[in-house]
């Protein structure tokens, strides 16, 4: 059995693959590719094998522990389920941007109990520069006051995709708007042939960033946060003088926050007209 593993990296368009597979599992099953549930969290849940990668990483990750199970376990279910594949299929992709941080440890036990099939790894690889630039923006989208923002960028990838190279030989894509067709062609699937969705963690403009970094400063109610996060998203701030105002005002209140108060979240719901 043919098994790709999709490891990564974060910030590559991973979850828009993921709900672009989960999608069109069925089609993908006519096809003879398999994209299981198995190994989702809870093995239901979820639209990436995360389970699969968390039980390998030296800690269970705290947000998931719902899930958690040993390696044995977790993994023994998914060799039953490869056995129990009919003769259609051919091949069997999982994903999870976790795969990438496996250890040593980790990558030797993934290769004995896979060791009778063909693993094909794949990561998908970001400039540094572009994918700090992404990982800046997504934290600020959370409400996080990124610190050092400004230092060099480091190809934090390079050295992880370096240790599963020494288990596997990993095929790596440049990261691109058409990431995920490149990775289904080499599963010899036509992208064209499955039902499309919306990309995930879109970009926001300059100014809606801009925003986001003065507002992340202040503290302020999570659901007075939320609120705003959706409508900075839904406005155009390059050209939308109400956005001006509001950033005016924020970075007064960062001076005064006594200042910051109900006036201020009454410029809310933000729109274009």
């Known amino acids: 059995m043919k ?5 990564g990296d974060a910030r590559t368009g991973t979850t828009t693959l993921q709900r672009l597979l989960t999608r069109n599992r069925a089609t ?13 969290m809870q093995n239901s849940t979820g639209s990436g094998q995360h389970r699969l990668a968390f039980s390998l990483l030296p800690e269970w990750p705290q947000f998931a522990i719902k899930g958690k199970a040993p390696a044995d376990t977790v993994w ?7 056995d129990q594949l009919s003769q259609e299929t051919h091949t069997v992709l999982i994903s999870s941007e976790a795969f990438l941080n496996i250890k040593e440890d980790g990558l030797s036990y993934l290769k004995d109990i896979l060791s ?6 794949i990561c998908v690889k970001r400039n540094a520069e572009d994918w ?35 288990v ?28 499309p969705v919306e990309r995930s963690n879109a970009r926001l403009k300059e100014g809606q ?3 986001l970094t003065q507002l992340n400063g202040i503290p302020m109610e999570e659901a007075h946060r939320g609120a705003m996060l959706d409508a900075i998203k839904a406005s155009e701030a390059a050209d939308n003088q109400r956005i001006v105002t509001f950033i005016q005002r924020v970075r007064f209140a960062g001076k005064n926050r006594s200042k910051f108060n109900e006036a201020i979240l009454g410029l809310w719901p933000l729109n274009t007209t």
Not at 3 to 7: A, E, G, K, L, Q
């Open 3 to 7: 098994i790709y593993i999709h490891i």
């Open 28 to 40: 993908l099953a006519s096809m003879g590719v398999a994209y299981p549930t198995l190994g989702t």
């Open 76 to 82: 023994q279910e998914f060799t039953d389920y490869l």
């Open 116 to 121: 009778d099939h063909d693993v094909v790894p």
């Open 132 to 166: 700090r630039r992404s990982w800046i923006a997504h934290q600020t989208r959370q409400g996080v006051v990124v610190q050092g923002a400004k230092k060099p960028a480091r190809d934090l990838a390079q050295p992880k995709i370096d240790r599963w190279n020494k």
């Open 168 to 195: 596997f030989d990993v095929v790596c894509i440049p990261y691109s708007s058409n990431t995920s067709k490149e990775i289904l062609a080499l599963l010899s699937v036509d992208i064209d042939l499955l039902e």
């Open 209 to 211: 960033l801009d925003l």
